[in-house]
C-alpha cells in the first residue's frame, strides 16, 4: 500500500499553526493518491493536474482547509 508522510520543521506548530494544522489534517488512502498521481499524469502538467483533481474532489481536500481555518487566531 502507498504511504503518504509529512515531514515539517520541528518549530512549525509555534511559528506557523495553520500551515501545520494543514499538514497534519492531510490525509489521502491509497485510490486517492492513486487517482492525484492518474490526473497529473493524463494533464502532462504537475500544476494543471492538481488543479483539476482539486476541483474534482472538494470533499477530500476541504476538510485539510477546515482544519487550517479552524487554527487561526481570532
Given at each position: 500500500p502507498a504511504q503518504l508522510?509529512?515531514?515539517?520543521?520541528?518549530?512549525?506548530q509555534e511559528k506557523?499553526?495553520?500551515?501545520?494544522?494543514?499538514?497534519?489534517?492531510?490525509?489521502?488512502?491509497?485510490e486517492q493518491l492513486n487517482d492525484l498521481e492518474s490526473v497529473i499524469s493524463e494533464e502532462g502538467d504537475p500544476l494543471r493536474g492538481a488543479r483539476r483533481w482539486v476541483r474534482d474532489n472538494h470533499n477530500v481536500w476541504e476538510p485539510w482547509a477546515e482544519a487550517a481555518q479552524n487554527a487561526q487566531e481570532p
Open positions: 508522510s509529512t515531514i515539517v520543521n520541528e518549530k512549525l506557523d499553526p495553520v500551515a501545520y494544522a494543514f499538514m497534519e489534517a492531510l490525509t489521502l488512502t491509497e
